[in-house]
């Protein structure tokens, strides 16, 4: 087995055992099986062409002389234009290439040169050297040859055509000279003369303008004398009103720092009152809760004990009261028996019973009537000369009185006590 390498300007191309198809290397290195395996190169270095087309007839029969400059090479990166490269190339040296793509490129040249005319080729050389660029790339393109470049490098020909071309181009360029001298002087009169009267306008113009300068700076100083006595006015009294200002915010500020002040001593009188307070919950609150406490417990016990001696006297007077109730039950019926025989007395004497009803409360109602008089300490009493004085007086007043209590009762009752009094039958 054989190592073998190449440099980046030719290809290796391996054909033979396990090698099919052959195996192409641009720029590498490959092993080779001798005698069953064979290695064969090819240049991949660029090739410049001089490509002479002699007396070529154009399209208008002018017979010319071409020479373009190409630069070629075989595509060794393109895999397929490197295949197609070696089954045309492959044995083939450098010299025998070359040929091969001269002769391509000069038989496309030509074929450009007959469809164009010699002043389209003289004048326009890029035009030609792309077309010819083209139309041989697009052909040389199928063998694996790439064109880097083509250039026109020299036209000629043996009639003295471009010559003559030469002559008609020199002397159409002089009289362009002649006629583009006698127009440049012309117009240099033409330009002189406006220069000049531009001149003096210019200069009438100059000295409008400055007259114009100098009224629009008069006004534009008396606006601006203006705008600046303004603005200083405005300046004194917004100087005088910052004052004021200042003055007032600083009249302000004091007013906050007193009120600072006074909230700072509010707040330490309120720390104070809440000091004073907890001192006042520590020395009387506190103990005062203490003492209520013990109160309380003592009352509780109290109440507990009162309501055991109630419940112990309840029990006591429970026992009591029934024979109280059997007592005023007895006494109850015992009056109830009294008034119902004092009703069927009364429906059986009817009026003689309502007199003696009345006679017997007449002590009690002579008594409400005394009764003032015993608590009276010291009486005087005027008289008019006649009558009795005393106490004589006062006794017999109060007799008086009971004397009209029959005739108060009469028209009371309707009863006549008197009358009643004298019959017979009175109940005693």
Do not use: W
């Not at 009639?159 to 440049?184: F, M, P």
């Not at 001149?199 to 113009?205: N, T």
């Not at 025989?341 to 309502?354: S, W």
């Amino acid at each position: 087995m054989a190592f073998f390498t190449c440099g980046p300007n030719e290809a290796m191309v391996v054909s033979g055992f396990c090698r099919s198809p052959p195996v192409m290397i641009a720029g590498g290195r490959v092993f080779v099986l001798p005698c069953v395996q064979q290695i064969e190169r090819i240049s991949l270095s660029t090739l410049t062409l001089n490509v002479k087309s002699e007396k070529v007839y154009t399209r208008h029969g002018v017979p010319i002389s071409v020479t373009g400059i190409a630069q070629v090479k075989i595509q060794g990166q393109n895999k397929e234009m490197l295949a197609a490269a070696c089954q045309m190339f492959l044995g083939k040296t450098e010299t025998e290439i070359a040929q091969i793509a001269l002769e391509t490129l000069e038989g496309h040249q030509r074929a450009i040169m007959a469809h164009m005319t010699v002043e389209e080729i003289y004048k326009d050389r890029k035009k030609f050297s792309e077309q010819v660029f083209k139309v041989a790339s697009s052909d040389l393109v199928n063998m694996g040859i790439g064109v880097v470049s083509y250039t026109l490098k020299d036209i000629h020909d043996d009639q003295g055509y471009l010559h003559s071309l030469g002559k008609a181009r020199t002397a159409q360029v002089q009289r362009d000279a002649r006629i583009g001298e006698a127009e440049a002087k012309r117009d240099a009169g033409i330009k002189e003369a406006k220069a000049t009267q531009q001149k003096v306008s210019a200069q009438y113009v100059n000295e409008i303008e400055v007259a114009k300068a100098q009224r629009d700076y008069e006004l534009k100083k008396a606006v601006y004398d203006m705008e600046v006595n303004t603005k200083k006015a405005e300046a004194d009294l917004a100087y005088q009103l910052q004052v004021a200002k200042t003055k007032q915010r600083i009249e302000v500020e004091k007013m906050q720092v007193q009120v600072v002040e006074r909230s700072q001593q509010i707040q330490l009188q309120e720390q104070e009152i809440i000091r004073r307070e907890k001192e006042l919950e520590a020395r009387v609150k506190k103990p005062a809760e203490a003492e209520r406490y013990r109160l309380e417990k003592l009352a509780e016990a109290e109440r507990l004990k009162l309501i055991m001696e109630a419940e112990a006297e309840a029990e006591t007077i429970k026992v009591k009261g029934e024979a109280e109730a059997f007592a005023i039950e007895a006494k109850a019926l015992a009056e109830a028996e009294q008034m119902t025989k004092k009703a069927e007395a009364f429906q059986e004497y009817k009026d003689a019973a309502l007199v003696d009803m009345i006679l017997e409360k007449l002590p009690l109602v002579a008594a409400e009537i005394s009764k003032p008089l015993t608590k009276v300490k010291k009486v005087t009493m005027i008289s008019s000369g006649g009558g009795e004085v005393g106490a004589s007086r006062l006794t017999n007043e109060v007799l008086d009185i009971m004397n009209r209590l029959p005739d108060t009762m009469e028209k009371l009752t309707g009863v006549n006590i008197i009358q009643h009094s004298h019959k017979p039958g009175r109940m005693s």
